[in-house]
């Protein structure tokens, strides 16, 4: 048994059974791949997969108790080389972070200027997704860390923790009738007009959605995008009045709108710092968590990372 047949058994289920992307991924061959696969399963005396010719259909009943099991040996391997590299090494190595449009765009920039000033041997990687696409990223061990608003919460492989709470705003342009509102804005009044603002799923969309569901008003969602630059831009162009998140809105750099304080209509949102379960991080991961949300210190990381699923701190 090695840890190639491992590999092979692991990302088999991760590409859908498809071996030429299991190959493409482990940068080998699929008759390598199928000859892993198989002189594991002659090891074990037991079928992992379920079979129609050279077909992978999906996972045997012995398929299913076996993954778990490979998938913590492979964790246990990465938490092995973690260790050791932390100590060969611990203020040089690559940090995978990976967030939303909103959280690298606007909330990240000042952290990673810190992080690098003081850690100039830690080569960073920014990669950007969807919120789901950010915790797969995490939960496959292909990001160190995942940064977002939505979805981290709910994948159970994942140790979440709360960073900072953010409100949205309604922005319009300078000549649009509601930047003269002498009151508070309404909900009422918003529904009024066409509506540009985040995509189901992203940057506290749902929160949107609920708050005009429980008031009974319909809405009309012209335009929907994942960036907020997007969203200014068209709300610029008079498609509709926007809502977007606090954060992304700079009253210097967008000049030629005027935003509407939304804290009342909308529920707040919780950004949260995802972390793979069970994983043994390195130093500086730890260092640029405390960074990006400085009540995340080491001790409030580790503290997460050992407790049990149902204990995980809400925010």
């Not at 973690?82 to 090494?89: H, K, L, M, Y």
Request: net charge negative; aromatic share 6%.
């Amino acid at each position: 048994m090695n840890f190639q047949q491992l590999r092979s058994v692991r990302e088999t289920v991760r590409q859908g059974f498809n071996l030429t992307q299991v190959a493409e991924a482990l940068h080998t061959s699929q008759p390598g791949v199928s000859r892993q696969i198989k002189e594991l399963e002659d090891e074990l005396a037991a079928e992992l997969f379920v079979r129609a010719g050279r077909r992978f259909l999906g996972l045997t009943a012995t398929g299913e108790l076996a993954l778990p099991i490979i998938e913590r040996l492979l964790q246990e391997a990465e938490n092995l080389r973690r260790v050791a590299a932390d100590f060969v090494q611990s203020d040089s190595g690559m940090l995978t972070v990976a967030a939303t449009h909103t959280q690298a765009r606007y909330v990240l920039p000042g952290a990673v200027r810190d992080f690098r000033a003081s850690h100039p041997r830690v080569s960073l990687h920014l990669q950007q997704g969807s919120p789901r696409q950010i915790a797969e990223l995490v939960a496959s061990g292909a990001a160190d860390l995942g940064i977002a608003t939505e979805a981290l919460a709910d994948y159970p492989d994942l140790v979440t923790l709360p960073c900072y709470r953010w409100s949205h705003v309604v922005v319009v342009p300078r000549g649009h009738e509601l930047a003269h509102l002498q009151q508070p804005l309404t909900l009422e009044q918003l529904a009024q007009f066409p509506l540009v603002t985040y995509e189901p799923g992203y940057t506290g969309r749902r929160h949107i959605d609920e708050a005009f569901e429980r008031a009974g008003l319909d809405i009309d969602v012209v335009l929907s995008a994942m960036d907020a630059d997007v969203i200014k831009t068209y709300v610029d162009l008079g498609i509709g009045v926007g809502i977007v998140a606090s954060v992304a809105f700079d009253e210097a750099r967008d000049d030629h709108l005027v935003a509407l304080d939304a804290r009342h209509l909308f529920a707040l949102n919780t950004t949260r710092v995802a972390i793979k379960r069970g994983a043994v991080l390195r130093s500086f991961v730890l260092e640029f968590i405390q960074t990006f949300a400085p009540t995340l210190t080491r001790e409030v990381v580790a503290s997460a990372l050992a407790a049990k699923p149902a204990e995980d701190p809400e925010g």
